[in-house]
């Protein structure tokens, strides 16, 4: 694995939330070279206060297919309403068929508690796939892998049932700046819905600049996460990075290992995220 280009799959709900929560580590596997691939589960449909149905599914897909083009890698979306998805048979199948058909050494997802239904069935889904994409008589029309990936867990705010416990927490400062051009990408989120949602529409600034200053200050609480990893965790960034380079991380990104799947390990750890 160390001395092949790694396969990376981060599989979000929406056309956004792989973008929020990993868009800064794959940048960082995109710039080694690595293949990275982001799929959205629904077609966002339900995330907006004005536009609905296939006009905002086109502009959706336009926005992430934008944000693919920013950090070289592909963006797939499923044509799963958004708001109603469900963990069907026949939504297990097509994650058992992706998952083998992209063949990655790692799956992002999202935890099982969370507040969005779609955020949790997204998880679920993928856990029920884990085992399942070793069985050969299970969607025999595609080849079963030999072995399971790594799945871990992007990082949420949820305390109850259990809080987030990340195993890997890195700095993600030097990609900052394509990271936030992604996000910016996405602007039926970033400037419309999530302002919208938050009581902070009339604060958006108009203009293309200001906007983007505004999206980088932070005060959009779905983005300001970046700035509460680091914080929350800084203890992990300074036993990684050292105390100097640890306590000046701004932003950062973290991941917990999921049981399901093959385990991350300390073996395997460093050949998953091998960034200094």
């Keep these: 694995m160390a001395d092949s280009p790694l396969r990376v799959l981060v599989i979000g709900?929406?056309?956004?939330?792989c973008d929020l929560r990993a868009g800064g580590v794959a940048?960082?596997?995109?710039?080694?070279?690595d293949e990275v691939l982001f799929v959205s589960m629904t077609d966002g449909t339900g995330g907006h206060h004005k536009q609905g149905g296939a006009t905002l599914a086109r502009r959706r897909k336009a926005e992430a297919e934008a944000a693919a083009a920013v950090a070289g890698i592909e963006y797939r979306i499923f044509d799963n309403p958004d708001g109603k998805l469900q963990p069907t048979l026949a939504n297990r199948e097509e994650i058992i068929?992706?998952?083998?058909?992209?063949?990655?050494?790692?799956?992002?997802?999202?935890?099982?508690?969370?507040?969005?239904?779609?955020h949790r069935y997204t998880s679920r889904l993928v856990q029920d796939a884990a085992y399942m994409v070793t069985v050969?008589?299970?969607?025999?029309?595609?080849s079963e892998l030999d072995s399971d990936p790594v799945i871990v867990y992007l990082h949420d705010e949820f305390e109850k049932p259990?809080?987030?416990?990340?195993?890997?927490?890195?700095?993600?400062?030097d990609?900052?700046?394509?990271?936030?051009?992604?996000?910016?990408?996405?602007?039926?989120?970033?400037?419309?819905?999530?302002?919208?949602?938050?009581?902070?529409l009339e604060e958006v600034p108009n203009d293309t600049e200001s906007r983007r200053e505004w999206l980088r200050g932070g005060e959009l609480p779905t983005v300001a996460r970046l700035k509460r990893v680091a914080d929350q965790y800084r203890d992990a960034?300074?036993?990684?990075?050292g105390e100097s380079q640890g306590e000046s991380v701004v932003y950062a990104?973290?991941?917990e290992g999921c049981e399901y799947g093959r385990p991350l390990t300390d073996e395997n750890i460093d050949e998953l995220f091998p960034f200094e």
């Excluded at 709900?13 to 939330?17: G, K, S």
């Excluded at 997802?109 to 239904?117: A, F, S």
Aim: net charge negative; proline share 10%.
């Design 237 to 241: 960034l300074i036993e990684k990075y």
């Design 175 to 200: 990609v900052a700046d394509q990271q936030f051009e992604m996000l910016d990408c996405h602007e039926s989120q970033m400037y419309e819905w999530l302002p919208y949602t938050a009581d902070m």
């Design 13 to 17: 709900a929406h056309p956004d939330d």
């Design 97 to 118: 068929r992706l998952i083998r058909t992209y063949d990655p050494d790692i799956v992002f997802t999202h935890r099982p508690n969370d507040y969005h239904p779609d």
């Design 253 to 255: 990104e973290a991941f």
């Design 136 to 142: 050969p008589n299970i969607c025999p029309n595609t």
């Design 162 to 173: 259990v809080p987030f416990s990340p195993d890997i927490v890195l700095s993600i400062d």
């Design 27 to 33: 940048c960082k596997y995109a710039a080694r070279g």
